[in-house]
């Protein structure tokens, strides 16, 4: 099993709806959580980080559910330049050979089409 | 205060040469990633380093592949002997030191390195 999974998509969403997408983790020893974007051959880019209770910027929300090892990702009121692959990051902590490093999902690619 | 940068933006090189690429870390970061990204997929881990020290290398191909993060200047990451298949984008992350705690674990990239084997 990956340590870090994802739905790959496509996820087609009109502008202007809401598309929310999962991301599980083997390690229940994990310690920080984030959601990167990624556009075409660019860089990932820090889109935010995943709070126990949740957090909200702007359109975006994430929420972090331990019990079952997912997180998720929330966007409201679609734009079209939210088309991006979505990269889910765990981080184990300090109990694990792999603590610190960065573990990525594979991604989820969403395109808003207008 | 600059963000990650690596070099060169573009690297072309012949089979059996070598290749370095450089990634200078956020100002007061300590920890540096690197991920392969091939066409059409993910990213994969290589290696993680901390000045003078790989705390993981297990993505690092056994051979032809090495980094190093010295006191001084920029993480190096070198491919010995290039081969077609190593044309890839090659992006650099630096973070703090995750150990100060999970606020301190943010990891920002470099725009990266794209080589290209002819």
């Given at each position: 099993r990956k340590e870090v999974e994802q739905d790959?998509?496509?996820f087609n969403v009109p502008e202007g709806a809401t598309v929310a997408f999962n991301c599980t983790y083997?390690?229940?020893?994990?310690?920080s959580f984030f959601w990167y974007r990624q556009d075409c051959r660019k860089e990932p880019k820090l889109l935010m980080s995943v709070y126990s209770s949740g957090n909200e910027d702007g359109r975006f929300t994430a929420q972090l559910n331990r019990a079952s090892q997912y997180i998720s990702l929330l966007i409201r009121?679609?734009?079209?330049?939210?088309s991006a692959t979505y990269l889910c990051v765990v981080i184990p902590d300090?109990?694990?050979?792999?603590?610190g490093k960065l573990q990525f999902g594979a991604g989820t690619q969403v395109v808003v089409t207008p | 205060n600059a963000g990650v940068m690596q070099n060169p933006r573009h690297l072309v090189r012949r089979r059996g040469q070598e290749a370095r690429l450089r990634c200078s870390p956020m100002k007061g970061h300590s920890h540096v990633y690197w991920y392969r990204q091939l066409p059409e997929e993910g990213l994969k881990f290589m290696v993680y380093l901390q000045k003078e020290n790989i705390?993981?290398?297990?993505?690092?191909?056994?051979?032809?592949f090495s980094a190093e993060f010295p006191k001084e200047g920029p993480s190096i990451l070198r491919i010995q002997?290039?081969?077609?298949?190593?044309s890839a984008a090659y992006f650099c992350a630096s973070s703090l030191d995750p150990e100060m705690g999970t606020r301190y674990t943010e990891a920002f990239f470099g725009q990266g390195t794209r080589l290209t084997v002819v």
């Open positions: 790959p998509g496509p083997s390690n229940s020893a994990s310690q009121d679609s734009k079209l330049s939210d300090m109990t694990t050979d792999s603590w | 705390i993981d290398e297990s993505g690092m191909p056994k051979e032809r002997q290039v081969v077609r298949g190593d």
